[in-house]
């Protein structure tokens, strides 16, 4: 990898982007595909590292996936039919793939070896390890299974009713997906709603799943059974271009067919309390998802504050939201966003240095960050930290600085966007 220089001489974005298939419905899709029954077409699934290692470890464990470009066909046998994979499952930079898969995998009858890359190496994995142990799974691996490596010991598990201590999706798709192998009924609350698709889904393939107000109930009842998967466009993905429209002078840019699931929209309502000009058209419905055509354009913006549950409908996009606060006038204040030090990096941290690196007034706290604007960024060297969102926030920054921003790396960005800068050359005028 070599250092890579972000210039753009007055850049104006102007036209149409289609940003590529949702991470997290592509991720199920395959791990939902390939424990039903039948064959499951995914349309729009994203080509990137990240859910490439999902589609690997069900080939390893015998599950007849063919990929033709941006569809899948993925040949369920079943969660009977999964075999013991012969060689070690390697999830590389992918935080879903690891724990989603530790909640499946405690309650199949064999045992897997799991690891990944050094950054996947340092996320902790107690969150999901924990409670799956209530279920009786057998987990080992270092310091105690916090972190990969970790062998599963694969066996019968039984059903809990566990609340959530931490407003993560990922955690509680891995007990819903242990739910599916256990002995009775598995009860999941939370307190406040975390993205849905892994329920969205489920019901859709046929799972014995219900929800309540703040729970939702799964048992090993239901059959799946393979169904069509249309992923909608990454909201988190269009993010990057939703701001760069808003911040960079002349812009209108329109992200095309993208998810609107409400346990995803927050990014929406920070946009209008800073009063971003941004439009929702052609909305519709597809396989239980909200999908619509989001038009931005360059407008004066102002401070504001974002906390309490709007945080895990958002959280993905707080490092470019950061940025789009740097030119908003007055102060923005993020805060519950403790979730943001366990992702890739440390998020908070990640953005504030690279922030401050090109000339932005911000200062982390525990929780967030406060930033103050507007402030003309002057440009500087950055680093990725070998995190796409923390890598994408420096190029969409870069179409803002006085000079160039020079950044460590930019291959990162394959991870979850890999035509990020096809897409953005389209778009500048």
């Known amino acids: ?93 992918s935080g879903t793939t690891t724990r989603l898969m530790l909640g499946l995998l405690s309650g199949l009858p064999f045992e897997t070896t799991i ?69 009775g009924e598995t009860v999941v609350y939370e307190d406040t709603e975390t993205r849905n698709h892994t329920e969205v889904m489920l019901q859709a393939f046929g ?33 990057f271009f939703l701001v760069a429209g808003a911040i960079v002078p002349g812009s209108t840019v329109t992200l095309r067919n993208v998810g609107l699931n409400e346990s995803r929209t927050g990014i929406l309502d920070v946009f209008k309390q800073m009063g971003a000009a941004i439009t929702i058209s052609n909305e519709r419905i597809t396989g239980g998802e909200k999908i619509g055509d989001l038009t931005v354009k360059h407008t004066t913006l102002k401070g504001t504050t974002i906390e309490g549950d709007v945080i895990p409908r958002l959280i993905d996009e707080i490092p470019i939201l950061a940025l789009l606060a740097t030119q908003a006038e007055g102060k923005t204040v993020i805060k519950d966003a403790e979730e943001l030090k366990v992702k890739e990096t440390d998020r908070i941290q990640a953005v504030c240095d690279n922030l401050q690196a090109l000339g932005a007034n911000i200062t982390p706290t525990e929780d967030g960050m406060v930033i103050e604007g507007p402030t003309k960024l002057a440009g500087g060297t950055i680093s990725s930290y070998m995190d796409h969102r923390i890598a994408m926030m420096g190029v969409i920054a870069a179409l803002v600085t006085e000079k160039p921003v020079e950044m460590d790396e930019k291959d990162s960005i394959n991870i979850s966007y890999p035509t990020f800068f096809k897409d953005l050359e389209a778009v500048l005028k």
Do not use: W
Request: proline share 4%; with cysteine.
């Open 1 to 93: 990898m070599s250092n890579v220089i972000l210039e753009y001489t007055s850049p104006k974005l102007e036209g149409e982007v289609v940003v590529p298939g949702d991470k997290s419905i592509s991720h199920r899709s395959i791990i939902f595909g390939s424990i039903s029954h039948g064959l499951t077409k995914v349309s729009n699934f994203l080509d990137g590292e990240d859910c490439l290692r999902t589609i690997d470890a069900f080939r390893d464990m015998g599950v007849q996936i063919e990929k033709r470009g941006n569809t899948v066909l993925v040949d369920g046998k079943g969660l009977e039919g999964l075999k013991k994979p012969e060689k070690e499952l390697d999830f590389g930079n």
């Open 115 to 183: 690891f990944g890359d050094a950054s996947l190496s340092k996320r902790p994995m107690d969150r999901v390890v924990n409670p799956l142990r209530e279920m009786g799974a057998v987990i080992e691996g270092k310091q105690e299974g916090n972190y990969v490596p970790i062998t599963i010991k694969g066996g019968a598990l039984k059903g809990i009713t566990y609340r959530l201590p931490v407003k993560s999706a990922q955690v509680k798709s891995a007990i819903l997906l242990a739910g599916l192998l256990a002995e």
């Open 207 to 239: 799972a014995d799943i219900k929800q309540y107000e703040d729970g939702i109930m799964i048992s090993n009842k239901g059959k799946l059974t393979a169904c069509d998967v249309e992923v909608p466009g990454d909201i988190s993905s269009a993010a």
